[in-house]
């Protein structure tokens, strides 16, 4: 997407605002005069404001009848996007000037921890910064933040999103599970055992089966088996009896519990990658996103673990 410095604009057709607010005024309220009294403004200033635009843009706005201006067709419809453009501008300032902390956030999650991790926090979040307005859509892979509409998003794996800025939340510890009916007690434990079993997969981590066993000091690779592109579709099916998975623990912690599910290899968690906040250099002073960041930083605390 390209930058505001990189798009090449004549400047004729970016006059002085001081002359396009004459121009509306005259425009709006039909009178040199009483424009000149609305702006504080001398008649002859509103008068060289308006003229001074005529002659920049190339285009006659008024139609002179004696002491008496008309609209001319070109001028009408110039207006009302000078007039837009004028209230946009003013309500930025408002905004600024009322709530300098606030605006929208819009935020990319991960289905997952959108759900099971952000959303219950969300209203500290809230309390805090009472004049953002988040917004949230799941994405499950990175994007190129030059063809979205969000300020920052969170990502997990490894810290290679390109052309970002980011900040390292948390690592995420996962572990291997099955249902009791398709593990023998015996099994739990032998690597062997669990190589022979149904391995499910979820389509945006398709190594992690590979560095689960790597960590058992086992080399497996090119494991095949079905794909999911959520958590809880892929968590649902293991609970059915469809084969084994790997899954964030903080997802599962109930289910272990209750014995709905068994963890595998001694239910040894082990970590394959970590979470990040992630948002374009366009973002990095969006009162929004900035405040995000620093919450984010006094939630999860160093070296935190999920």
Known sequence: MLEWNEVSIPRRFLPPFAWLASFEAVARRGSVTTAAHELNLTQGAVSRHVQKLEQQIGVQLFERDKQRLHLTGSGKSYAEEVRQGISLI??????????????????????????????????????????????????TRPFDFSNENFHAAIHFGLNDWPDVNSLCLMEEEVVAIAAPPIVKPSAANDMNEI????????????????RWFAQQDLDVKNITGIQFDQFATMIQAVVSGLGAAIVPK???????????????????????????????????????????????????????II
């Open 90 to 139: 003013t309500n930025a300032g408002v905004k600024l000037h009322t709530n300098p902390n606030g605006g929208a956030l819009n935020l990319a999650v991960l289905p997952a921890f959108g759900t099971h991790w952000l959303a219950p926090r969300l209203a500290d979040f809230i309390g805090q910064c009472p004049g953002v307005t988040v917004n949230l859509s799941t994405r």
């Open 195 to 210: 190589r022979k079993m149904p391995l499910l997969h979820l389509q945006t981590r398709p190594a992690a089966w590979s």
């Open 250 to 304: 903080y997802l599962v912690e109930n289910e272990l519990k209750q014995g709905r599910l068994v963890g595998l290899g001694g239910s040894a968690t082990s970590v394959i990658g970590s979470y990040f906040l992630v948002w374009p250099e366009r973002s990095a002073h969006h009162p929004p996103v900035m405040a995000f960041q620093k919450w984010m930083k006094s939630t999860v605390g160093e070296n935190a």
